[in-house]
């Protein structure tokens, strides 16, 4: 019935009702209503207070449950919503203030649970994991909250293993569709309901979400986060919001950006939106935006932003205006990195030195979330100069880190792709190139194209043909196993290896061979022609287009042939192909017909027939 016809005496069969199937902000409108009526209304505003709080508006709630303590100063249950309410917002220590009030003897578990929550919010993971081994251990919880710590500490095997302990104690529940959208089932939402609250499922799933997320493994870490219970958006819990978010950034940018500034405006959010949201402005290379939410936001600065990442961010906004300013801030900031790694060098030798294991484990620990530090910084210098083609200087920057990151996946492979854009120094190229393959060989597919195009060219280059044409091989055994497996997926390993040595070829002049073999590289069309491979293509088609306008080479009739050949082909095939992707919060959009493989293919096509005086 319309909310305007309810009469007084039904008000609250409706509220349930609508309480059940969460609508909480009608139920709230009604029982104000009631409120104002009847001043001393317990029961309405106990439920207006539960609505709140289910709508994660937790000042309000806190508002309700603080006026109903004081009304009813004998109802424990209460002073418990009110104390879980202060914790909801944020207010720390007036919520461990209010846990003082319960009832030692009715509500120890409880009291215990809050407080350490409490104490978890304020990172006092110590004082935290006191209260929690305070718990029984067949507490469905217990898991879950010792789980939060070992996470805390780094100890992302282990808290993994609580997760899934946690999971068997409190088992899969049919009617909250755990794992329904994972598996491409349409479920209805299950809403923020009290039976969702008492599992603690959701804190369990972004646990593990953001332990996977932890150990690079990102497919597991969105796997987690679409097996939790079904909810609309506007049901989502700040964490997940923002997990959602930081998970997808590569598939939906957009809509991260979305949800990291909504979250930024709403109190209480995450601690580390704020930090994260100006690191993927910053990997966007959105420098004005990230400005503009520092200097809007100063007063979180001190409060969600270490030394280190505000410095960090300092000089990456830097770089777009004062390029040598950037690189002296980033100088000073790895000069610190540097001295910390040298101590804590020594520390793991002395540790080692006197078989202490667990001072070892300790101070290894500390070195690589140094070394994690340094790794940006080191990079974001070295960018610098990549960005000028001043490689030799890149090369520099890498030498001077040797001490400490010969042995980092990161470093060596830009060292790798440095060497390689020198011309000159191929071979110390492949020396680098070479493991990281060797690392993946019996997955072959999961190493970069990228890095597999660029060893295979390193092997051209210094007459190691034998070793080209056998890593080609392996790739092209891969991607015929995955095309058995699953015919629809497109893979574009091999494409975009021969695309490469088809551009070198091109580039050294060889247009008869190196155009013959980027157009062999795209068949068949349908399933390799894509974003990143006409891209590839288009540029060696450019480049052949602007030797023949400047009269420097001359194409065999029949290569021209071929080429507007090729040309119709991605016509035909590139309606629903990208040509390039666009930054996710570009303000000027291209028009949605220009930007396609078959518009650009158009377009190259035109000039051909214009160069070579062709007719069609």
Same mark, same amino acid.
């Given at each position: 019935?319309?909310?305007?016809?309810?009469?007084?005496?039904?008000?609250?069969?409706?509220?349930?009702?609508?309480?059940?199937?969460?609508?909480?902000?009608?139920?709230?409108?009604?029982?104000?209503?009631?409120?104002?009526?009847?001043?001393?209304?317990?029961?309405?505003?106990?439920?207006?207070?539960?609505?709140?709080?289910?709508?994660?508006?937790f000042t309000n709630a806190a508002e309700c449950y603080?006026?109903?303590?004081?009304?009813?100063?004998?109802?424990?249950?209460?002073?418990?919503?009110?104390?879980?309410?202060?914790?909801g917002a944020c207010a720390f220590p007036e919520a461990m203030k209010a846990t003082f009030l319960l009832d030692s003897t009715t509500s120890h578990t409880k009291m215990i649970k809050l407080q350490a929550a409490i104490k978890y919010g304020e990172e006092d993971f110590s004082g935290a994991k006191i209260l929690v081994e305070q718990l029984p251990q067949e507490d469905p919880d217990y898991d879950v909250d010792l789980g939060c710590l070992l996470y805390k500490e780094g100890e992302y095997e282990e808290a993994c293993k609580k997760f899934m302990s946690s999971m068997n104690v409190l088992g899969y529940q049919p009617e909250l569709s755990i794992g329904m959208t994972t598996e491409g089932i349409d479920v209805r939402s299950v809403g923020n309901t009290l039976v969702l609250h008492e599992t603690a499922l959701i804190e369990a799933f972004n646990l593990k979400a953001a332990i996977e997320y932890q150990l690079k493994n990102y497919a597991a870490a969105q796997e987690a986060l679409t097996?939790?219970?079904?909810?609309?958006?506007?049901?989502?819990?700040?964490?997940?919001?923002?997990?959602?978010?930081?998970?997808?950034?590569?598939?939906?940018?957009?809509?991260?950006?979305?949800?990291?500034?909504?979250?930024?405006?709403?109190?209480?959010?995450?601690?580390?939106?704020?930090?994260?949201?100006?690191?993927?402005?910053?990997?966007?290379?959105?420098?004005?935006?990230?400005?503009?939410?520092?200097?809007e936001n100063a007063h979180l600065t001190y409060k969600f932003l270490t030394p280190y990442l505000y410095e960090f961010l300092d000089a990456m906004i830097t770089c777009q205006t004062a390029p040598e300013e950037a690189f002296r801030k980033f100088e000073e900031t790895a000069g610190k990195l540097t001295e910390q790694l040298r101590k804590v060098t020594k520390q793991v030798q002395e540790a080692r030195h006197n078989r202490d294991e667990e001072s070892l484990k300790k101070y290894v620990q500390d070195y690589d979330e140094v070394l994690e530090r340094y *790794?940006?910084?080191?990079?974001?210098?070295?960018?610098?100069?990549?960005?000028?083609?001043?490689?030799?200087?890149?090369?520099?920057?890498?030498?001077?880190?040797?001490?400490?990151?010969?042995?980092?996946?990161?470093?060596?492979?830009?060292?790798?792709?440095?060497?390689?854009?020198?011309?000159?120094?191929?071979?110390?190229? *492949?020396?680098?190139?070479?493991?990281?393959?060797?690392?993946?060989?019996?997955?072959?597919?999961?190493?970069?194209?990228?890095?597999?195009?660029?060893?295979?060219?390193?092997?051209?280059?210094?007459?190691?043909?034998?070793?080209?044409?056998?890593?080609?091989?392996? *790739?092209?055994?891969?991607?015929?196993?995955?095309?058995?497996d699953d015919p629809d997926k497109k893979i574009f390993h091999l494409c975009i290896v021969n695309l490469v040595i088809g551009t070198l070829y091109c580039a050294k002049g060889n247009y008869d061979f190196g155009?013959?073999?980027?157009?062999?590289?795209?068949?068949?069309y349908n399933k390799k022609l894509g974003t990143d491979t006409w891209f590839y293509a288009k540029r060696c088609f450019l480049s052949l287009l602007e030797n023949m306008a400047k009269h420097m080479i001359m194409l065999r009739d029949s290569v021209v042939q071929e080429c507007i050949q090729f040309l119709e082909h991605c016509e035909l095939y590139g309606k629903d192909v990208l040509a390039i992707i666009e930054q996710p919060l570009e303000e000027n959009r291209m028009h949605i017909g220009k930007n396609t493989v078959t518009y650009e293919s158009r377009l190259i096509k035109a000039l051909f027939y214009e160069v070579t005086g062709w007719n069609e």
């Open positions: 019935m319309p909310l305007a016809t309810i009469k007084d005496g039904e008000y609250t069969a409706t509220v349930y009702k609508m309480i059940k199937e969460g609508r909480y902000g009608d139920a709230i409108h009604i029982l104000s209503k009631e409120h104002q009526k009847h001043t001393k209304s317990r029961a309405a505003l106990s439920l207006i207070g539960y609505c709140y709080y289910h709508m994660q508006d603080e006026q109903l303590t004081q009304l009813h100063p004998e109802v424990e249950d209460y002073k418990l919503y009110y104390a879980q309410s202060l914790y097996d939790m219970p079904p909810r609309s958006e506007e049901e989502l819990d700040p964490v997940t919001l923002h997990n959602q978010a930081l998970m997808n950034m590569d598939s939906k940018p957009t809509e991260g950006f979305e949800k990291l500034a909504f979250l930024l405006q709403q109190n209480p959010f995450p601690p580390v939106t704020f930090g994260n949201l100006l690191l993927l402005y910053c990997k966007y290379e959105y420098f004005d935006l990230a400005a503009d939410v520092l200097a *790794i940006p910084v080191l990079m974001a210098q070295a960018k610098i100069y990549w960005n000028r083609e001043n490689y030799s200087m890149v090369e520099k920057i890498f030498h001077k880190s040797l001490e400490f990151c010969n042995e980092h996946d990161t470093w060596k492979l830009n060292v790798a792709h440095v060497l390689f854009m020198q011309d000159n120094k191929y071979k110390e190229a *492949i020396g680098f190139y070479e493991p990281i393959v060797k690392k993946h060989y019996e997955n072959i597919l999961n190493v970069s194209a990228i890095v597999l195009a660029n060893l295979c060219v390193s092997y051209i280059m210094t007459s190691q043909n034998e070793e080209a044409e056998e890593l080609m091989r392996k *790739i092209e055994k891969e991607e015929e196993q995955i095309s058995y155009i013959s073999r980027v157009i062999k590289s795209l068949e068949p």
